[in-house]
């Protein structure tokens, strides 16, 4: 970690109520259509070893030699504010724990592309969004020991220029580390995808209402290396401070169904909250 930094802003007390922990079956194999139904019911579909140990290796290089600038053209990296100032002048060790963010990396990196594109993956998101799956967002967060922020309660669709109502979106969250309780793992609210589109407020980051979320009953879902959660787009979801000494790294993947026209930006700020302009996710 970085020499001298402050910890990372704090979230409220009680925003993330863990009452529950979430798993799922073991491999792409063992999803049938009992797990296909839960995931229609609760919004959230988990398997435990989705990826080898191997990809999950080829991936996280893939990210690690991203961060050390091995591709001069990839200009999508976000340090965590509290060291942005000081990334120049850190080592490369120094440089992953300070990186917050990772955008479209997929063109940069046959590793990362192919954990994205993995068949077994294409196909179930094809069976949960009843189409012919395109991924139209690659991303990695990253919770660096300490200083890793919490990403706040939201909703994935509210920054997408979708119709919220009538276009599937599968959200699909990769672990590099294992991903705690402790070290910022997601949480989630099961089956708040049916109450649809919640307003958002711009706060620590666009997200749903801090009085909304506090004090509600939540699930973690802890995940191996190699581990993945696919959610939907409506899901209420967000990810705590990791206040640890241990990474939580993750990929996150987004899908729509193939040839999805998108709306206009005012349109989804009418529907979503109107501070939601030039928002990412």
Same mark, same amino acid.
């Given at each position: 970690?970085?020499?001298?930094?402050?910890?990372?802003?704090?979230?409220?007390?009680?925003?993330?109520? #863990?009452? +529950?922990?979430?798993? /799922?079956?073991?491999?792409?194999?063992?999803?049938?259509?009992?797990?296909?139904?839960?995931?229609?019911?609760?919004?959230?579909?988990?398997?435990?070893?989705?990826?080898?140990?191997?990809?999950?290796? #080829?991936?996280?290089?893939?990210? @690690?030699?991203?961060?050390?600038?091995?591709?001069?053209?990839?200009?999508? @990296?976000?340090?965590?504010?509290?060291?942005?100032?000081?990334?120049?002048?850190? !080592?490369?060790?120094? &440089?992953?724990?300070?990186?917050?963010?990772?955008? /479209?990396?997929?063109?940069? +990196?046959? &590793?990362?592309?192919?954990?994205?594109?993995?068949?077994?993956? =294409?196909?179930?998101?094809?069976? @949960?969004?009843?189409?012919?799956?395109?991924?139209?967002?690659?991303?990695?967060?990253?919770?660096?020991?300490?200083? /890793? &922020?919490?990403?706040?309660?939201?909703?994935?669709?509210?920054?997408?220029?979708?119709?919220?109502?009538?276009?599937?979106?599968?959200?699909?969250?990769? #672990? =590099?580390?294992?991903? !705690?309780?402790?070290?910022?793992?997601?949480?989630?609210?099961?089956?708040?995808?049916?109450?649809?589109?919640?307003?958002?407020?711009?706060?620590?980051?666009?997200?749903?209402?801090?009085?909304?979320?506090?004090?509600?009953?939540?699930?973690?879902?802890?995940?191996?290396?190699?581990?993945?959660?696919?959610?939907?787009? @409506?899901?209420?979801?967000?990810?705590?401070?990791?206040?640890?000494?241990?990474?939580?790294?993750? =990929?996150?993947?987004?899908?729509?169904?193939? /040839?999805?026209? =998108?709306?206009?930006?005012?349109?989804?700020?009418?529907?979503?909250?109107?501070?939601?302009?030039?928002?990412?996710?």
């Amino acid at each position: 970690m970085p020499a001298s930094v402050e910890p990372a802003f704090d979230h409220p007390a009680d925003l993330y109520n #863990a009452r +529950d922990v979430l798993t /799922g079956v073991q491999h792409f194999s063992d999803v049938d259509e009992s797990q296909l139904a839960a995931f229609r019911d609760t919004g959230i579909l988990v398997i435990e070893s989705a990826f080898t140990l191997a990809e999950r290796d #080829a991936g996280l290089q893939g990210l @690690l030699d991203l961060i050390d600038g091995k591709n001069p053209e990839f200009k999508g @990296l976000q340090f965590e504010p509290v060291v942005a100032d000081r990334a120049s002048e850190f !080592t490369s060790e120094q &440089r992953q724990d300070a990186v917050r963010k990772l955008m /479209g990396f997929c063109d940069f +990196d046959a &590793r990362l592309k192919a954990m994205s594109h993995h068949p077994s993956l =294409l196909a179930l998101v094809g069976k @949960l969004i009843g189409a012919a799956p395109e991924m139209f967002q690659d991303m990695a967060l990253l919770k660096p020991p300490r200083i /890793g &922020r919490e990403k706040p309660w939201h909703q994935d669709l509210a920054y997408f220029d979708v119709d919220a109502q009538s276009t599937p979106v599968v959200g699909c969250w990769i #672990a =590099l580390d294992e991903a !705690t309780a402790g070290n910022g793992c997601m949480h989630v609210i099961p089956g708040s995808h049916k109450a649809g589109p919640q307003p958002h407020f711009a706060k620590r980051d666009w997200q749903l209402c801090d009085a909304q979320m506090q004090g509600r009953p939540c699930a973690v879902v802890p995940l191996k290396p190699g581990g993945l959660m696919l959610f939907d787009g @409506l899901i209420q979801h967000g990810t705590p401070t990791n206040h640890s000494t241990s990474r939580r790294r993750a =990929l996150q993947f987004h899908y729509r169904p193939a /040839g999805t026209k =998108l709306t206009p930006p005012e349109v989804r700020l009418q529907v979503w909250g109107a501070e939601g302009k030039n928002v990412d996710c």
